[in-house]
């Protein structure tokens, strides 16, 4: 019988616990952690955030401070991605920062519980995750148990068994619909925040003795034949990979990964033409098939979720404004605006075969303007993507736009400094605090 996959995912993170970890996989986990401290400090603004931010936000000994640091971290639709598993960073990162911050952990620890955490997410549901989105399911609630479990389990020092049982009592947590993609409301930012409470719940129980299935994955009644009807054939890939990490996707627009390639294909035939919005009769966007089920919720936008999911809200506010800034989709006037929604109303997206299997997140974009002229413009990829990555310098200009809009210059650096130090710090007693600060301001 073959090994259970909670067990083969259990001997990678005890493996990241300890080995030698390459130098690049260290960067990027220390940069997916700047990156959600910007997200999350920007986020403790919003009044869509503000049920979450209650007073146990100051950190007890309890989840708390994870539940609401992935609640942050989600929030803005600005968090980074993964092709295999959603949004990994708001729970994994928010896990092993309560976690480590409570038992006193070292940076470097903490950094090992990150990298464990991106692994174990996309190698727990990797194998079913298009299945999981064709039916429905939010792939960041199903699978930031695992990754918020597995951080949890690492810094917590679980042997194998203590870690393979984490995984395992999270597999019963795991669940999440994404209803709210068509009838609206807020709950999207509380599907990592769940996910992320339940994961370190579960290792500290395991981490106890409690015990769970260990074919909780692929078992009969597992999450592979009830969420996805079986495993879809991804295994290999997912399996043969090495630092799932290195495959993490920085957005640079805070909205939805799969519009992204769309706007830098426009945004180039604007820089190129000298394009306006009012220059545009029609625009028409190729997008690759799997994605036109998630194209566009119908009608304008009811909320900043809505604004963030609609291709054309965002097509319509790059043509019209010149830019896809986070201020314009929290702007309840932009919603109903006359202009924008004109133009949204003559943006079509359509289904397209790209011939290319690297382009499963590329674009064309058509711009008919009146005076007659096609413009046509293909991006395979996009401007932080794994194949085409954010440079540190663009993440870090990210972080210091967003906590800058809510912090002091001086605070904004101490953060940056105290997260780039982490590889010898000796413990989160520099960033803690800084963020307690930061995002009470």
Known sequence: MTRPAVQRISDRVCAIRTGE???????????????????????????VVAPVLAPEYDGPATTYSEFAGAALGHSCEFDDCHFDCGHPGCCVVSAALGVGGRLGSS???????????????????????????????????????????????????SDAEGVANALAIAASDACGTTEFASSGGDV???????ATRAGVTAAVLAHRGMAGPRRALEGERGLYALFAGGDDNASERIWSGEYHLRDVIFRLYPLVARHHAALDAAA??????????????????????????????????????????????????????????????????RWSDATLGALAERVTAVGRDFGDPDARLGA??????????????????????????????????????LAGEVVDERTARAVADAVTGLPSASDLGGLLPLLRQAAQS
Not at 25 to 40: E, K
Not at 109 to 123: D, F, H, K, M, N
Not at 188 to 194: D, E, G, I, T, V
């Open 268 to 333: 180039r035939l604007v820089a190129d033409h000298g394009v306006h919005g009012q220059d545009v009769a029609e625009v028409v966007v190729g997008l690759p098939r799997w994605a036109m089920g998630h194209a566009d919720p119908a009608g304008p936008p009811k909320d900043a979720v809505g604004a963030q999911a609609s291709l054309r809200f965002s097509m319509a506010l790059l043509l019209t404004e010149g830019h896809n800034k986070l201020s314009a989709y929290l702007d309840p006037a």
């Open 107 to 157: 940076g470097d620890a903490v950094l090992r519980a990150v990298v464990a955490g991106y692994e174990a997410e996309v190698l727990a549901i990797g194998p079913v995750h298009a299945a999981l989105m064709r039916n429905g399911w939010d792939g960041t609630k199903v699978g930031g148990v695992f990754g918020a479990a597995a951080a949890a389990a690492s810094l917590l020092g």
């Open 188 to 194: 999207k930012l509380l599907h990592p925040a769940s």
């Open 21 to 47: 970890l390459p130098a690049d996989v260290v960067a990027r986990a220390t940069a997916c952690i700047l990156d959600q401290m910007g997200i999350q400090l920007r986020a403790a603004s919003l009044p």
């Open 364 to 401: 064309e974009v058509e711009l008919v303007l009146r005076d007659g002229r096609r413009l046509t413009r293909f991006e395979p990829t996009f401007r932080g993507n794994a194949d085409n990555p954010a440079t540190a310098d663009e993440i870090e200009r990210k972080y210091f736009d």
